[in-house]
Nanobody, 123 residues
Framework: VQFVESGGGLVQPGGSLRLSCAASGFDFSVFAMTWVRQAPGKKLEWVSSISAGGTPTYADAVKGRFTISRDNAKSTVYLEMNSLKIEETAKYYC??????????????????WGPGTQVTVSS
């Protein structure tokens, strides 16, 4: 199993980024996928999940600003992030949930993890 995450970087407050997570080595299309983040010194925070069928759900903190999507043909999940805030500086990880788990908000529900991509929001 392999995840390749990309799209992170430095952005100004109010800016946008689009994260991608390309997966391989498992049947991506049947897994719910999740984005989580962890800032230095803070605990892991669930951001968003998307079901195998494409139903999204979001943490209240990002609702209306972030959009999760998936392309099963490419085995890729995306996170479009708009109106980014300084406090959203963190390492962002994609994760694949154990089969049947939804919406997969805690680390114990993730079968597969990506290596993470750094997002820094700073002026």
């Amino acid at each position: 199993v392999q995840f390749v995450e990309s799209g992170g970087g430095l952005v100004q407050p109010g800016g946008s980024l689009r994260l991608s997570c390309a997966a391989s080595g498992f049947d991506f299309s049947v897994f719910a996928m999740t984005w989580v983040r962890q800032a230095p010194g803070k605990k892991l925070e669930w951001v968003s999940s998307i079901s195998a069928g494409g139903t999204p759900t979001y943490a209240d903190a990002v609702k209306g600003r972030f959009t999760i999507s998936r392309d099963n043909a490419k085995s890729t999940v995306y996170l479009e992030m708009n109106s980014l805030k300084i406090e959203e500086t963190a390492k962002y990880y994609c994760a694949g949930a154990f089969p049947g788990v939804w919406p997969a908000r805690t680390r114990f529900e993730y079968k597969y993890w990506g290596p993470g991509t750094q997002v820094t929001v700073s002026s």
